[in-house]
């Protein structure tokens, strides 16, 4: 194949689209139906206009759970936070390299 590919070689743009449809095909991940509604929405300021404001804490805590369950993140005991796996790091680098350098079918 060539060098070795990270997910900081390819578009940003192109991989989140190619791991979105890779967890869509492979059927890993249920997608609620609301999913196309909620990605963010009004932050109501009261008489001033309405300004963007991100999505809430639970759509996010949400989709890191799933992404728990399929190994992919892992809750780091040290900070609190979570982390990419080694399963999640191995995905993401082949889907990059299948990007970077076209699918090996």
């Known amino acids: ?5 990270s997910v900081k070689d390819v578009d940003q743009h192109e991989i ?3 791991v ?3 967890l869509k095909k492979s059927g890993k991940i ?3 139906d609301w999913v196309d509604l909620v990605y963010g ?3 109501r300021r009261g008489v001033a206009p309405n300004h ?3 999505a809430s804490g639970a759509v996010i805590r949400k989709t890191l759970q799933s992404l728990e369950e399929l190994k992919w993140v892992e809750k780091d005991a040290a900070t609190g936070g979570r982390k990419l796996t080694k399963q999640g790091q191995k995905d993401s680098d082949r889907i990059a390299s299948e990007l970077r350098f076209g699918s090996a079918e």
Request: charge should be positive.
């Open 1 to 5: 194949m060539g060098k070795p590919t």
């Open 16 to 18: 989140v689209q190619s």
């Open 20 to 22: 979105a449809t890779f």
């Open 30 to 32: 249920k997608l609620p």
């Open 41 to 43: 929405g009004n932050k």
């Open 52 to 54: 963007f404001s991100k």
